[in-house]
């Protein structure tokens, strides 16, 4: 069995280079800024054909909410035009399987929201095929999903089984999985990654203590594996996580369990 330890740099490196890949257009992360149609008539005529661009721009995204298939705020899931699979561009040893594409619908209501994502065949994956199923979704606990698609869409994944590959892929599912949460709906959001106990607290074990919270991969003989780190939850109820996936040898889908490890005994200080 192979151990290999990561300092907890890298693994902060890697959660950064995803959330920033994973940036939503601001008409889909805050849908009421689309202009409608009053505002279209509102709109001053254009005066070049650069502004008159701009004009059907806009007049489509209204067309498009007219339709019921545009970004809302009134609780109808909608198509992300975001591609989640190119958070993993910039980073090592896993990618998106070829002719394989994730994609992400989003559900809005005023100050709240959550997305879904799913791994579809690229043969499946346009405009028109992925809206087919918004009139039958229903509400947040009902969403949509397009014909073809995975029942994990880190089955549509691939890489060179390294350990930064797996560590990448664990990271990547929490990102992914949370992916569209606005308000009270993030979690994975309020948790900072750690590899010692945060100083503004004195902290309760809830099992055994743990002397090594840095993040490690361990590779078996017969090509499993094994991601473990660890992360502070920085909003009541405040406490300290253990993360650890567990691989097959033969695809990035894991079996995770995220488990309270340490609680304060006094409060800690939220920090940015």
Known sequence: MTIQRFPLASLQKVRQIITSSLLLPETEDSPESIASLDDIDQTPEPESLDDLSGFFQSASASIQEEENYGPNVEGRWFVSTLNPGAALIRLPGVRVKRDWRLVTYLYRVP????????????ALSTTAQLESVLESSGDRQHPPQPKGALPDFMEALEGDRSPASFLVA??????IQE????GKSKEWANH?????LPPQAQWQWTGDPIADLSPKV???PDGKAAVEFFSCRLVPPVAIYRHIDQ???TQYRSLSRDSVVAKPIQGVKRQS
């Open 111 to 122: 100050g709240d929201g959550v997305g879904i994502t799913w791994a579809v065949p690229e």
């Open 170 to 175: 664990s990271i990547f599912r929490r990102e």
């Open 179 to 182: 992916l569209g949460s606005t």
């Open 192 to 196: 900072r990654l750690i590899d010692t």
């Open 218 to 220: 361990r590779i078996l």
């Open 247 to 249: 691989y097959s040898a």
